[in-house]
Every structure is written in C-alpha cells, then in structure tokens.
C-alpha cells in the first residue's frame, strides 16, 4: 500500500502484476519485520479491508475501498482473493498460448486462434462480474422512556448489505439502513422524540449503484453521495453519469436532502442538478479532480435556493494535494415565512492544502467560509460528525500516526464572522490507540472547544470498542457537551452508548443496543434489541 485516500487506496503494483480491472484483493496487517511474503494472508495477521481494482498503469493500481474492518495505512500488504488469482491464471495461460508457433494453415480459419479468442471473450465476460453476497438483515425492538413518564416502543428493519456484482451483473447493492416500521406512545401527541442514536442512523448510506469498467455509464439509486460531488451530502433519490469524452464526465442527480449533518438540512427539502466532472492523471504523479455544476433546492414545492457549486482535487503522489469546495447562490427570497433574503455571492466555502513528507506526519492549512447559518440538528455536536462546521476562517491541523498504533490530532484557528467584534480561539484535539496495552481495545477521544456563527461551547467525547473473538464485538460511547445557540434549547448535556453484536451460530447474529442522555430540555433512557440472519461474512460497522 503507497497510497490511502477517503475512497481509494494506491498499491505498488499494476501490469508488471498481472494486475486488471475488476480483480478483488484483500488488506492485512503488515508483519511486524516488514517482510512481505506469499501465504501471510493464511497466518493469521488482521484482515483490514477489501478492495477492487479500477484502474491499471504499468507499475501501480489505484482501487477502491469495498470494506473495511480496520484502518488502512501505507505499508500494508495486499493480495489477491483466490477468484482473481483463477482469473489471472487464466490470463497468463491465455497469453502463453498466443505465443505458439502456427505451423499450420486452413482455408477456414485457425482452430488455436479460435480457441484462443473463445478463452479472451470467456475472461471478458467475466473477468468484473465476480458475485459477492455479504450483509445482514434483522428486526429491531425498541423501548425509551422520557423524564415525566412518558415512553415509546418501535418495531423496525435493519438492513446491512455488501452485494457486489448481483446476479454476474454489474448492480451492487452497498450500504446500512435502520428504520420504523410501526411505533406506540404514551407520550403526549406530537411529543414523540427522536434520540441521538435515531439521529446517528439517518447518516447512513444504502442503495444500488452500476459501475461497469466497459461502459460509459455510472448510476445509483438509493440513499447516496453523488459520486462527483460528495459536498452536497446524501440524497435519497439517485444519480446518472455518462463519459462524453475518456476523462469527461457529464451527470445528472435529484431526490430529497435526508442528512442531519448537512449544512443545508431541511426535512422539507428537494434538490435536483447537473455537472460535468473532469480527472487526470493517478495517485503515482500529478492527478485532478474537478466537478462543476449548477443545482436547486426547493422546499414545500417552493424554490429555495439555485446555487452554482465547484469541487476541486490536486495532489502530487503523498507529497501534497489541494481541496476546495465552493457553493455560489443567486439572490432568492426565502420560501418560508419570515425567511429573509440573500444576495448573489458565494454561501460556503471550504479549502485545504495538505502536505505529508513522511508516511507518519503530515499537516496543513485550511480555511472555511459560511455565508448563513448552517442548519444541521445540533444534537449531533458531540458525534463528531460536525467538525466540519465548529470553524471559520483560518486553521491549521497536524496528524501523527505514531508506533502501536496511536494516533494524533489537533487543530488551532481563529474564527470571526462580519458580525463579530473580535476573533476567538477555536480549538479541537484527538488521540486514537489501535491496540491499548495489546489487549485489543480501541480507543477514540476527542475534545473540541468553539466559537462559530450558530453557537458557542465546548464538547468532550470517548469511544472504546474491543472484538472478544470473531463472533462477539462490544462498543460504549459517551460524552459531554456545552452548547449556546439560538438554535438549541440544551445548552449542557450528557450521553453514553453502548453496542453489543453477537454472531449465534454460522447465521444468525444479535445486536444490543443502550443508550443515555440527559439534556437542559431533555432526558430519556433508550435500548433495543436486533435478531437477524448474516448473509456470506461477518461485517464489522
């Protein structure tokens, strides 16, 4: 492994490998000499992720990430599943056949070159469609209470897929989806509330995507990132791209904004666009990545904004790679009563310049920009999945990935909006340990103290997870949080979590699930129950 990307890993081979599109390889933990060698798939070293090839140059491939069980780092070993070893055996027989000297002639064609071409238009066929059937499906039963006696109980469907290559098809169904299927109350009409882990569960993404290495197009229908835009966040609705040209995409994309952690999150809103996508180049030298576009969103079938938006990747190898992101709106009235007004001009922004000299340090620069409010739920603040949000202006961040697998972060910035007197300090640090004291614990905290255009405050939040054996996996998470904003009545508040999967038998796995919070305006106790059947392996989430 050279290389790990958000989406995409780099590896040290290609061609000179035998390497093709298509071809599955598995990730495990390199051992701890560093040697490399056949067959340390088989001796029992972690298995991390599972990728695919998408594309191949003489000596490196870049793949895509289709699981992963733990982190991907450089210096990892990859190796082929046994499905693309017979594939790429098949090809190496090929070729040396091709090689054979025809001593022979016919009026009626040449039975080699017949054979020959029967056995490359066979490799052809099914050289990407290698059906892969991995996930699970279960029945959730959940019980909250809420302070002032009130309580709820939910039925529902939990659904975790992996299906690669359905039916010898290029269609994938991919994702994790939680949902109701029918509720009680005896709460008060309209009381119902909606809790962290509810919250938590409509981040997911889920839903079937076509991806062929012969064809121009690429789709997706579901619950999804548009591929060449993940800055818009998910729609629940779907996706087409078509290459007009070998690197020029042109696309298309509708559905509804369901995300709680977007900046523009409405649960009335729709939102529909088209864009032209450009990439060159590989992660081996200079590559580019460049997506513009033109969208709108409307909301109770008013239009509410129509926003031009831009994404831009450049990076050079590991060495140094820029990001931006930029959405510019036209002047609109808002279309919801007392909405106001804003004019034309950018409404958020977001950059980055990343450098890595080394394989265990890297730092960088960045700066974000928000014109308004965002409004996500921000209940969310202490999952760490609002980060993105806590700064404005200038910062700057340093990562270390130190030995035993501990991981350090922090970032320093100022922050200050027009309406600000002053800047103030924003603040966020992390630690992460793969293996505490060896006994096979993970562990994740992080502290972040801010002062943004919604709100203040500060929040600290720790996660511990710790496989037992291939069959049982334990995880709590728990934090603090302070809050003021106009946007949230809690303004202190407190959450732990708990998560226990269990497999039962070769099939058949249970879930438990706890959960705690305790809130200014709110408290309420959760748990829930889920008793599924495993479709292939065991998936860790």
């Known amino acids: 492994m050279k290389y790990v990307g958000d ?3 780099y590896i040290e081979a290609g061609r000179n490998a035998d390497l093709q599109e298509g071809m ?8 701890p000499d560093g040697v490399i060698a056949e067959g340390i798939q088989y001796r029992g070293y972690q298995h991390v992720a599972e990728l695919v090839v998408s594309s191949v140059s003489d000596s490196s491939a870049v793949c895509d990430i289709v699981t992963a069980n733990g982190e991907l780092k450089v210096g990892q070993a990859a190796f082929l599943t046994p499905e693309s070893v017979l594939t790429r055996h098949q090809t190496e027989l090929a070729a040396d056949e091709d090689k054979y000297p025809i001593v022979m002639t016919f009026t009626s064609g040449d039975p080699l070159d017949e054979e020959i071409r029967e056995v490359r238009e066979t490799k052809e066929t099914q050289l990407s469609p290698m059906q892969r059937m991995r996930g699970r499906i279960g029945f959730n039963y959940g019980y909250t209470t809420e302070s002032g006696g009130f309580s709820s109980r939910q039925v529902g469907l939990v659904i975790d897929a992996d299906m690669q290559n359905i039916g010898g098809s290029y269609w994938n169904f991919v994702g994790a989806w939680r949902g109701n299927m029918g509720s009680s109350s005896t709460s008060l009409p309209g009381a119902a509330t909606q809790t962290l882990t509810d919250l938590v569960n409509r981040t997911y993404r889920i839903g079937f995507t076509y991806q062929n290495p012969y064809s121009p197009v690429t789709m997706g229908v579901g619950r999804l990132f548009v591929p060449w835009a993940p800055s818009l966040s998910t729609i629940d609705g ?27 999150y409405n649960p009335d809103q729709h939102i529909a666009g088209a864009l032209v996508n450009v990439e060159y ?12 576009g033109v969208a709108l969103t409307s909301i109770q079938f008013k239009v509410a904004r129509q926003f031009a938006f ?10 140094v790679s820029f990001y931006n992101s930029l959405q510019a709106d036209a002047a609109r009235k808002s279309p919801l009563v007392n909405g106001g007004s804003n004019p034309t001009g950018v409404s958020q922004s977001f950059s980055t310049l990343h450098f890595q000299p080394v394989k265990l340090f890297g730092f960088g620069v960045n700066h974000n920009y928000f014109r308004t409010l965002p409004t996500f739920d921000p209940r969310l603040l202490g999952t760490g999945l609002l980060d993105k949000f806590l700064f404005q202006g200038f910062s700057g961040d340093v990562r270390l990935d ?14 200050k909006t027009t309406t600000d007197k002053k800047s103030s300090l924003n603040q966020a640090y992390g630690i992460s340990f793969g293996n505490i004291w060896k006994t096979g614990i993970f562990a994740d905290a992080h502290y972040s103290k801010f002062n943004s255009s919604f709100g203040s405050g500060k929040y600290t939040a720790l996660s511990l997870s710790k496989s037992l054996s291939d069959t049982l996996r334990l995880q709590v998470y728990g934090g603090h949080q302070m809050f003021n904003s106009p946007l949230s009545t809690n303004t202190n508040s407190n959450f732990v979590n708990g998560v226990v999967d269990w497999n039962v038998g070769a099939r058949y796995f249970l879930e438990g699930n706890f959960g705690w919070y305790h809130g200014t305006a709110l408290s309420y106790t959760q748990w829930s129950s889920v008793f599924g059947y495993r479709l292939g392996g065991f998936r860790k989430q």
């Open 7 to 9: 989406n995409t890993t």
């Open 24 to 31: 599955k390889l598995s990730v495990v933990e390199a051992p």
């Open 238 to 264: 779907g996706y087409f791209g078509r290459k007009i040209a070998r690197k020029t995409t042109f696309g298309f994309f509708g559905g509804s904004t369901p995300d709680p952690s977007s900046w523009s």
């Open 281 to 292: 180049g590989g992660f081996d030298h200079f590559r580019m990545f460049s997506t513009a």
């Open 310 to 319: 831009f994404e831009n990747t450049w990076s050079w190898k590991r060495y």
């Open 402 to 415: 130190l030995p035993e697998h501990i991981g350090l972060f922090a970032s320093l910035g100022e922050s």
